[in-house]
């Protein structure tokens, strides 16, 4: 389905196109098609039940801003990655295409010439040179640059309690590893919710649904023992994070978390679809995950306790390590990429047509109408945040989700902030953002999230699921320590020698 503008709107948008392209470009054509010199075609997943109607306000809107005519396929989330592979099968490729990560199918693509290399290119555009470097570099295929990625929270770890526990059982929050201990016997052993039935625990943690490195509870712990997240240096040299003392030590502390009884039983099995139901229903009262989570669980009191609801949740960041220091667990910093095939953007003179197009959606006057939607109708102003209009559209609403997808974001969030309803909740979302930023000092990024080794891509799923199956396997008592140290080894013996000799001959050529 696409939505396109009138064609009355081609002319004038066509002109301001023009004008910005030539700016952007030197002085070069615009485009060797003069009659679609102001249209870039995208293709861009819709997340609602129903793609945006053709020239919707939003839609209107961002031609307005960015001076060209976007006529967009929409494709239904659930089934963009197919869609994806058959687009750039086929004969009919759209100059933009959102790219939902990078897989190998597109690194397979990229490194084979059938997107643009945009490495040298966007430093020409003020709105597409990022202030994330390192994101920008944890982006790219071994260092070059193959579409504009957008941007998420770098910072989203948390640790979510209890509040109400807590000032039962008269803690502060906790501030180191061994703070969280603590704080996780307490809520196990001493009757937090009053009851006189010792049927509470600690820390809730599922069954995680990704391997090793995949951001579970057990992988941020490891961060903060100072491991590394995921890759890490030593003595000059990147290697999984997996293979050096760190790892071991913080396994053994996960370890003992269970093996005292701080953990709920079931973190085997338990179904991380139903995460939040043990604290809400207080079982548990401890989850590390990402910040949001603790605003959907607010909002769940919100609906049982309207009149308490801000008594039960508290959140602090990442936990200061046995080492004293404070290592931060941050994401990738972002979700995809707009990627420009080279099918269908054949000239220099139309990728820079293309980007400029690009550079005009990630000014903030397009990130507001990309993350907010239209003033008056979707939000409303109230000193620098948006506010909900309430009665409007559902399909507008649903839209705004639609059409943040080819938001960028590249240096920072391009719209307005929301305002939450309550007072309550505003306070803990304001608090969150500051310890995010705070956090941020410290954050330890993946420093070979950049390179694609050849024998991971073929046997990375099943050399991940060694160690991931082990570590479970060690903090259950199945295994013990050298059966642990053992299946290091066999991961290297399996393909892992080889695959860290391959990620340093990459970087060492990126250097």
Same mark, same amino acid.
């Given at each position: ?17 023009? @004008? ?13 098609? +003069? ?28 031609? $307005? ?5 976007? #006529? ?17 099968? !086929? ?30 290119? &966007? ?14 570099? /944890? ?21 979510? @309690?209890?509040? #109400?526990? &807590? ?21 196990? $052993? ?8 010792? #049927? ?47 790892? @071991? ?7 003992? @978390? ?21 604290? &809400? ?33 508290? %959140? ?7 080492? !004293? $220091? ?22 220099? =003179? ?16 397009? !990130? ?5 939607? %239209? ?31 080819? !938001? ?18 505003? +306070? ?5 953002? /500051?310890?995010?930023?705070?956090? &941020?000092?410290?954050?330890?990024? =993946? ?18 699921? %060694? ?21 290091? $080894? ?11 000799? +391959? ?9």
């Amino acid at each position: 389905m696409k939505a396109r503008s009138p064609h009355a709107r081609r002319v004038a948008a066509g002109a301001l196109a023009c @004008l910005t392209a030539l700016a952007l470009a030197g002085c070069a054509p615009v485009a060797s098609d +003069e009659a679609d010199g102001d249209t870039v075609t995208m293709m861009v997943p819709y997340l609602a039940t129903s793609a945006p109607s053709d020239d919707n306000p939003i839609h209107t809107a961002l031609e $307005e801003v960015v001076g060209a005519e976007l #006529d967009i396929t929409w494709v239904p989330n659930s089934s963009y990655g197919d869609r994806t592979n058959i687009t750039l099968a !086929g004969d009919d490729i759209p100059e933009v295409m959102v790219i939902q990560g990078k897989d190998p199918g597109f690194v397979q693509n990229a490194r084979a010439g059938a997107f643009w290399d945009l490495t040298e290119h &966007l430093d020409d555009y003020p709105n597409l040179k990022t202030t994330f470097p390192e994101v920008q570099q /944890a982006a790219s295929i071994n260092g070059r640059v193959f579409g504009v990625f957008r941007g998420r929270d770098r910072m989203r770890t948390a640790v979510i @309690l209890r509040k #109400d526990w &807590l000032k039962k059982v008269g803690m502060p929050l906790p501030r180191t590893t061994d703070d969280l201990k603590a704080v996780a016997r307490a809520f196990s $052993e001493s009757d937090p919710d009053g009851n006189g039935i010792d #049927d509470t625990y600690g820390l809730i943690i599922p069954k995680w649904p990704g391997a090793i490195g995949t951001n579970s509870p057990y992988d941020v712990i490891e961060t903060w023992y100072g491991a590394g997240n995921r890759w890490t240096e030593r003595t000059g040299k990147l290697v999984p994070n997996f293979t050096t003392d760190e790892w @071991l030590d913080a396994v053994d502390y996960e370890k003992s @978390l269970i093996d005292e009884g701080l953990v709920n039983p079931d973190y085997a099995t338990f179904d991380s679809a139903n995460w939040n139901e043990p604290f &809400l229903n207080g079982k548990g009262g401890i989850i590390v995950d990402v910040h949001s989570r603790a605003g959907v669980i607010m909002n769940l009191f919100k609906e049982s306790d309207p009149d308490n609801f801000a008594d039960y949740v508290d %959140i602090t960041g990442n936990l200061v390590g046995p080492d !004293g $220091e404070l290592h931060a667990h941050p994401t990738t910093g972002y979700y995809g990429f707009l990627a420009i095939p080279k099918a269908a953007v054949r000239t220099e =003179d139309d990728l820079r047509r293309v980007l400029g197009v690009l550079d005009e959606l990630n000014t903030p006057e397009a !990130g507001a109408i990309l993350n907010n939607g %239209i003033e008056g109708v979707t939000y409303t102003l109230e000193g620098d945040r948006a506010a909900p209009v309430p009665d409007a559209p559902q399909s507008l609403t649903d839209d705004v989700a639609s059409y943040s997808q080819i !938001g960028m974001n590249v240096s920072g969030y391009r719209g307005h902030p929301p305002l939450l309803p309550t007072q309550q909740e505003q +306070e803990l979302d304001d608090r969150r953002r /500051a310890i995010e930023a705070s956090d &941020l000092e410290s954050a330890v990024y =993946d420093p070979a999230a950049a390179f694609v080794s050849e024998t991971y891509t073929a046997q990375g799923a099943q050399l991940d699921t %060694i160690i991931s199956d082990a570590r479970l396997q060690y903090i259950a008592g199945q295994i013990d320590r050298d059966g642990l140290i053992a299946a290091i $080894e066999r991961w290297r013996s399996s393909g892992g020698d080889q695959v860290i000799a +391959e990620i340093n001959e990459l970087a060492a050529d990126a250097r």
